[in-house]
């Protein structure tokens, strides 16, 4: 059987990153595709590390039932009668919309936001209590997740002192790391890690920051040209944001877009210059670039979903992204290792 290669970049979003769960899912019951590398932030590195530790495992079925364990646990669907419970949900729960909206108007979401903005979580939280922490280092194993076997992974965090993402590799790969690049600053206590050039101890924020995710390292450490972007945050929305809660959401959205999408707009210089013959095809490395998204589905949500692990909500998002995925396959598989399948410029411009 010929195997196709490609790597992933997976955006961070927080309890959207069930999105991505769902599209993982689907991807891994291709046999034939196999994924050299995955670079990741946030949510995203969570769904990269549990994916490899269950391919090391086993296989595909492996790293699809480590997803599955990872995002059940935080659900807190894991019990004896969790498929039922499952299956129930599916068939009852509302819209995405009315979800959104409910946990949007609950005064508990309501009053967190107004308490985050008035204090630090230095001073809310002193005793720098985790609550992913236990999760994270219960569900991974680090052996697994730095094995030299199977896909290679990059994870992003921003570099607090400095503003520069680092992204970790190999060994490098640790619980801390995947929580520094999960650490949104208003709501954690900044991730400390050693720097191993230095011996300083480094605070680190989320790495959507200055890579959502960061595709500068499959440049340089896999051959595969082809880097599928699976996407949690709205490239575009119709209606002009009115509401504070919308307005916040926007902001985010768009801050954490902008990153990619100037590595997008490199891309997309780089490929020129190679089609037109300015530079030499083996002096620069082509990349052919593919996107799973679903707007419409993600535009029904806001930042309070982000934040709340709401177990009938990651189920659609699941859903939805099996669906996306789904519907890229069908349509651009036929794309991978021989062209770009999105329109680049559209994208950036």
């Known amino acids: 059987m010929t195997r196709t290669a490609i790597n992933l970049a997976l955006q961070g979003g927080g309890a959207h990153g069930a999105f991505t769960w769902g599209t993982l899912d689907r991807l891994l019951e291709e046999e034939d595709i196999e994924i050299e590398g995955i670079t990741a932030t946030s949510a995203g590195a969570m769904n990269a590390a549990a994916l490899k530790h269950g391919w090391i495992s086993g296989g595909n079925a492996g790293a699809r039932e480590s997803l599955d364990s990872f995002w059940l646990s935080l659900a ?18 509302p819209n995405p919309t009315v979800i959104a909206r409910v946990i949007e108007a609950n005064p508990a979401v309501l009053a967190g936001e107004v308490v985050t903005r008035m204090l630090s979580p230095y ?29 290679k992974l990059f994870i992003t965090a921003t570099h607090v002192r400095t503003g520069k993402p680092r992204v970790f590799s190999g060994d490098d790969i640790t619980a801390d790391a995947i929580l ?4 949104l600053p208003t709501i954690y ?38 880097i599928l972007i ?13 509401t504070a809660q919308d307005i916040l959401n926007r902001i985010n959205e768009i801050s954490f877009n902008a990153s990619l999408l100037r590595e997008l707009r490199g891309i997309d210089f780089v490929n020129r210059l190679i089609e037109n013959g300015v530079i030499a095809p083996e002096a620069m490395k082509q990349n ?16 309070a979903t982000k934040m709340t692990l709401n177990r009938a909500l990651l189920l659609q998002l699941k859903d939805a992204g099996r669906a996306a995925m789904d519907s890229f396959l069908a349509a651009h598989r036929k794309d991978l290792g021989k062209r770009t399948s999105v329109d680049l410029r559209a994208m950036f411009s």
């Not at 520094?180 to 650490?183: F, G, P, Q, W």
């Not at 989320?206 to 340089?220: I, S, V």
């Not at 996107?291 to 930042?303: N, Y």
């Open 230 to 242: 699976v996407h949690i945050n709205p490239l575009e929305r119709e209606d002009v944001p009115r």
């Open 288 to 303: 052919f670039i593919h996107s799973v998204r679903d707007d419409a589905f993600m535009s029904q949500l806001g930042i």
């Open 180 to 183: 520094a690049s999960a650490c």
């Open 189 to 226: 206590q900044a991730i400390e890690i050693e720097d191993p050039r230095t011996g300083k101890m480094e605070a680190y924020w989320d790495g959507g920051y200055m890579g959502n995710p960061a595709l500068f390292p499959l440049f340089y450490n896999t051959e595969s040209p082809d």
């Open 123 to 151: 001073q809310l939280n002193p005793l720098n209590f985790h609550p992913l922490r236990s999760t994270v280092e219960a569900l991974l194993d680090y052996d697994k997740v730095c094995a030299a076997t199977g896909p």
């Open 76 to 93: 807190g669907l894991d019990g004896v009668l969790s498929d039922a419970i499952i299956e129930w949900l599916r068939c009852v729960s």
